[in-house]
């Protein structure tokens, strides 16, 4: 009898998730009040507000229909705002300079970063089919796919490096941190090279190659390494930051890694390539074109998960994504917080939230002062939560939504 009963619960709790209404926050709050816009044929934004748990809560949420032909997704990276703090490298954005810049109907704030160094997002990050982070099993990923479709995912990756018919494993990308035999990658989304202004490579011997991009091909298919080719502009052992232009690239080898480039001479091509691997059985790499990530995963396949350090159970203001089973519908959500008007939630509370819009997978993203969810609204861009700083933060990368029916 108990284990029938468990049994009736369990599936219960599972069907809450399944068969929840998608995107509507009606019956969650307390004196709520919801009020919802549409912002195109396949946005629409929705505020959802009121008390629950004894404390006030204000949430924003942009709820996108990816099955409409003229609505799509993309990863944007900043462009505005480069810190001269040493160990700073990469530039970054408010969400309200996201919209103006790229002219999206919708952004979110998305990827952790190294907030107190060197500013890059943690986890895999992919723009426009180019790799700019490798990904990272502490940092769950989300996929977005040629044909429209949202995944989230853990996966893998190879990647190599290869100069005439020696080949050598290509390390990481955009990483901070570079010793022993590794060879890391740092593109045009890094400022600079590390040289010595990175505090990782202080002192230490390293060799950094410039390249100026000859091609990018992208895979063709799953079997096929993305495969980036450059020309050697510059070969540098003084330790000295340079920039790295738009269209140029660095390949930073530590000490026991120089080796490989003792033979490589100014004019001569550089091979880079790489792939993603472990994907779910429903994607194939080659059709990926933008990925970012986040932490903890919140739903998985229907079934709320659960945490109990400190970050699971301690209220933030938080961001969020969530996705249908089919994957074509997706949740921009964020919750407001550190404020009278709105208490942030903990993880275990948006876990419940997100699961009584429907979802059937969902990612926690940046959240803090990061939270930031703007739109063009009436024509006009603006900020929909309160950022808890009292002012928008900059941020390395942002989620934005586009119609190409409303573009300005």
């Known amino acids: 009898m108990k284990k029938s009963l468990a049994l009736v619960l369990l599936l219960a709790t599972v069907s809450f998730v399944q068969c929840a209404t998608w995107a509507e926050p009606t019956g969650f709050f307390e004196q709520e009040k919801i009020e919802s816009k549409q912002l195109s044929s396949g946005v629409t934004w929705i505020s959802a507000s009121g008390t ?50 790229a002219g999206a109907l919708a952004a979110m704030n998305i990827p952790f970063f190294e907030i107190a160094s060197s500013q890059m997002p943690f986890g895999l990050l992919m723009i426009d089919q180019k790799l700019l982070r490798e990904p990272s099993p502490h940092y769950p990923s989300f996929l977005y796919t040629a044909d429209k479709r949202f995944v989230f995912a853990a996966p893998n990756w190879t990647g190599f490096i290869r100069h005439n018919l020696q080949k050598h494993p290509l390390t990481a990308i955009n990483r901070s941190a570079l010793s022993g035999d590794e060879i890391v990658l740092y593109t045009d989304f890094w ?19 410039l390249l100026e991009t000859a091609s990018f091909r992208p895979a063709k298919n799953q079997n ?41 001479k100014q004019g001569e091509t550089i091979e ?14 080659q059709d990926i074109t933008d990925a970012g990530a986040g932490s903890p995963i919140l739903i998985h396949e229907g079934k709320r998960q659960h945490g109990t350090n400190s970050f699971w159970k301690t209220r933030h203001p938080r961001s969020a994504l969530a996705v249908n089973a089919t994957g074509d519908k997706v949740l921009l959500i964020v919750v407001d917080g550190r404020s009278k008007i709105s208490a942030g939630m903990n993880l275990e509370e948006l876990t419940d939230f997100i699961a009584h819009l429907g979802a059937w997978n969902a990612l926690n993203v940046d959240g803090g002062g990061s939270s930031a969810l703007g739109a063009r609204v009436d024509g006009v861009s603006r900020i929909l939560n309160v950022p808890s700083d009292g002012t928008e933060r900059n941020v390395p990368v942002a989620l934005g939504v586009f119609d190409s029916a409303t573009s300005p």
Request: charged share 25%; proline share 6%.
């Open 191 to 209: 400022a600079r090279s590390p040289g010595h202004d990175a505090p990782f490579l202080k002192e230490r011997k390293t060799r950094e190659i």
């Open 224 to 264: 096929e390494d993305a495969t980036l080719v450059g020309r050697v502009a510059e070969i540098r052992d003084d330790g000295k930051s340079f920039p790295i232009a738009k269209g140029q690239f660095v390949l930073a080898a530590a000490e026991s890694a120089i080796p490989f480039f003792r033979h490589v």
């Open 52 to 101: 629950k748990w004894g404390s006030p809560f204000q949430t924003q949420i942009i709820a996108v229909d990816l099955q409409q032909p003229n609505v799509s997704l993309r990863m944007l990276s900043g462009s505005r705002f480069l810190s001269k703090k040493p160990g700073h490298f990469v530039a970054r954005s408010t969400i309200s300079q996201y919209l103006k810049d």
């Open 272 to 285: 880079v390539g790489w792939r993603l691997t472990d994907l779910p059985a429903n994607v194939e790499w």
